[in-house]
Structures are given as structure tokens and as C-alpha cells.
């Protein structure tokens, strides 16, 4: 059985072929969905999504790429909406600092920082999306004393860089990014991580594959990061995937079922 950690099945680009989808994914044994949230306008409709289909999990958060709606009071949304929610909700997510996102990052740093306090006192382990800024988004975790761990969304880099996060209680979600012979430093790294340091997750839509750039990536595309994954670490596929599984079941506390 698989899971997908990261994937935006709320897009309005799967809502047509949203239940052939969800049945195709059973078949294939894709058994559990985390859907990260984007911003504080899309909350409700994830939740009722999430609370609809048993396969469908999701973390509330606002993503630095989204901000350009933002209001201060998006904070205490959040941490009331946080604060009551149902089981199905298991992270905050996904935040962070992007070095391409239009948000300044004087703006980028606050919400982010903010949204840090906020998982810290409620106990919930973050998504985190980090692009080009991993030294800054090490050095707020520790002056925050941020204890909650999480996930570092999408890793790309080297095994020091990765070894930095996972010694903050962070596991590592591998995606599409490694199926490209080009990724030599992250396929690297990928290769030689501690296995029960990684997760699967394809970022669907985002992230399509190699040699896949004109199809939508959904989440059945896990299917293909595992075979290349297994591939890379020359781990036996069964043992692998099952600890992927636990990985992903301890990190966010879901049912080893
Ligand atoms: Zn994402």
C-alpha cells in the first residue's frame, strides 16, 4: 500500500474526473491522500472534500506562493479553525519561504513564523515548502525552538542539507524531481538517505514526471517515484515500501492499517 503525502486534489483541473480517479487509486493501492492547503479561501472546501472520502486526509496553512490575499486575521483563522478540527486533519500546511514567490519575504518570513507558533502550541507537525531558502527556514525552526517536526515537501539537495532538516524531526517527501536523469545531486542524496527518513509524494498537479510534461500529474504517478526510488537506493521493493508507509503513518499520525 502507498501513500501520497502531498498532493492537490482540491484543483479545479481533477474535480471532472475526481471518483474515477479516487477508484483507479484504490486499485492500485494508493490508499491515503494528504491534501496541503494554499490559502485560507480554499480551507472549507478541503475539509468537506477530506471529510467525504475515507482514502483523503489534509493539513490547513497558508503557502508563501499565496499570499497576495492575505489578511492578518487569516492567523487567527487558522488557529481556530485548528483548534476544533476533525481527525481528518493532520498537519499544518504547507508553509514556508520560496525565493520565487512575488510575496516580499520581509511578509514571506512573517506568516511564516507565525503559522510556526501556531503549530507549536497545538502539536501538529508542519508541510513545509522551502525553495532556495533552506538556511533561513533552518535557522527561524530553531529560534522558534520549533519541536513538531514535519515534512520538507518536494526535497531537493544535498544528504548534508537533509541530514540538517531530519535532525529537527523532519522527514524528507520525494517526488517527481528524481524520475529526471538531470537531478544527479538529489538522486544522490535520494539514494542514500536513512530509509526511515523518506516519504512518496507526487505534488499533483504540479511536478509532472520525465518524459511526462504534456500529461496532468495526479496522484498514480507515486507509482512510478517508487519504481524510480527503488531503483536509486537498490532496496528490496517490498521492505521499502513498506516502510514508506510506516514513514508516512508515524510522521502524521494516521492508522498503520
Ligand atoms: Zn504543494
Redesign the pocket.
Known sequence: MFIDS?C?LDFACFSDQFDSLLTQLNQQQITKLVI?ATQASGWSAIMQLANSHSALYYALGLHPHFLENFQVQNLTQLHSQLSICDKKCIALG?IGLDKFAPASFVQQEFVFVEQLKIAQQLKLPIIL?CVKKQNRVLELLKQQFFTQGGVY?AFSGSLEMAHAFIKLGFKLGIGGVITYPNSTKTRETVANLPIESILLET?AP?MPLYNQSTKINTPLNILPIFNCLAELRKESKSLLAKQLYENSCSIFSLNND
Open positions: 502531498h492537490h496541503p504547507e515548502h515537501h505534488d504540479d
